[in-house]
């Protein structure tokens, strides 16, 4: 005899005996989430349609009623999204949303990069104004980014609380946001208040079974109400990165780590011990994810509703203190070399003000690269190209050092034929994932379209070289979507720069034959800036 029965609306219990016996134990044994209840004495898996088919092949009777549950499971219900929620979205991120509803509020939105994720997550929120307090935990390098978007996607939000090492709770807030590196410090509060959801960006930063970060979202995710991951990385290059986010979010599933990478994990002993980084079973595992807790979304499946140029803003923060410190001197400075100003010297006062500019450029950058780095690492976890461009050789040569394998570089110093080499590699060879160009030495005459994705570390003085730079990879041969990424530093001169370079792209974006700006206009407004 081999059957299976519901024993509740999502768990069945399968029975077995005969001469077969040990073939059906390790048949049951295969079955995502089966697990022996000593209590009982009987097998109990969750009713999936994946399992229950598996089941099948296998010889076993299945009840009627699960599959009617299952068929019943099958059909499309439609979920109305308002038009107030709608508003913004894409129509791609609208139908997300509604698949967010059907996996009722916890899932693992594994879209690809580019496509929204974030907006989706928020939208979710603003769609259930009842799920507060929310706590999101994202890099270092987001948290900003995260406090902006729910601004602009949720206006109606009460409070808004971006923690750092050095804050405390404040309660009266709906929303926290919390990078991964502190979330330890805060369990503990976090754990008190109780969030009604909890989303994680960049879900794969919680691999690692025993480190800190992991054991903290796992202790908050057990008292809060649901749980939504994002990762736009691929999860069926390396199944075993997401074991931790998959057991949050259907712990009846995936309830067995050893299971899970013996089944999709290609398990292999390299003498030491079991290397678990391949992957196998994947068209099951798949299916699995799809119907019970994941939405995967690739960009080239989208392209259709996307802009053909994407333009966003990644303002960071958190800087070190004794970089914060020397910008502040270099700052005042500057003021004072402004209000000293006198007609006779203006020339020379004018080349020691630009000077000073030039030094305020460059501490910025300083200021903000460790977040940088931690950026440019989390998109290549994706596994595609990206171009960075700077405008200083020392900024150039920095990155370059951190991504040594992995990048090459073109600027002002390179001939014509290390040009022309950086370019082919970068184009062709698939080891070579990071392009880092000089803004103006890299900005003209050449194409990088094997990216879609570029970021700007470091401001130019006009728009017309932004839109330069941007077009390398905008250009005929170009079949994405291109996302463009300009990281700023808050609070410093970058700000005022890149604040002033989009009032003169939209004054130029109106004009039929607009004549880009020079760089001494946008100088001299920004002393004027500074002078105020």
Known sequence: MKAVKRLTENICTISFSGDDFYKSLEQVRSVLGAKYNPKKKNWEAPIIKQTIEKLASFGFDIDMGILEQICKKEEVKEIIISDDIKKG???????????????????LIGNEMGTGKTIEALSYLKLHLELRPALIVCPNSLKLNWAEESKKWISKEKGIQVLSSKTEIDLSNSIFIINYDILAKFEEELIQIKPKIMIIDESHRIKNRSAKRTKSVRAIAKVSGKFIALSGTPIINRPV?????????????????YKFVTRYCAPKYNGFGWNYNGSSNLDELHKILMETCMIRRLKKDVLKELPDKIISILPVNSFPKELKQEYQTAVDDMIITIKNEKGEKQNVELMNILHQIEVLKQLA??????????????????????????????????????????????????????????????MNDPNVKLFVGNIKAAGEGITLTVADTCLITELP????????????????????????????????????????????????????????????????????????
Request: charged residues 30%.
């Open 365 to 426: 950058f300083k200021m903000k690269f460790d977040l940088l780095v931690e950026w440019i690492e989390d998109f290549l976890e994706s596994g595609k190209k990206l171009v960075v461009f700077c405008n200083h050789h020392f900024a150039i040569d920095e990155l370059v050092n951190k991504f040594p394998k992995l990048s090459v570089k073109l600027d002002g110093r390179d001939n014509i034929t290390e040009r022309n080499l950086a370019v082919m590699m970068f």
């Open 461 to 532: 003085w006009t728009p017309g070289e932004c839109s330069q730079a941007e077009d390398r990879l905008h250009r005929i041969g170009q079949k994405e979507s291109v996302n463009i990424y300009y990281m700023i530093a808050t609070g410093t001169i970058e700000e005022d720069i890149i604040n002033l370079i989009d009032t003169k792209r939209k004054i130029l974006d109106k004009t039929l034959d607009g004549i880009d700006t020079d760089q001494n206009s946008l100088v001299g407004e920004l002393i004027k800036r500074f002078k105020e």
């Open 89 to 107: 979205l894409f129509p791609f991120q609208a139908e997300d949303i509604a698949a967010i509803e059907k996996f009722n509020g916890s899932v």
């Open 241 to 257: 990165e997401f074991f931790n986010v998959l057991n949050i979010l259907r712990p009846t599933l995936f309830n067995s780590f």
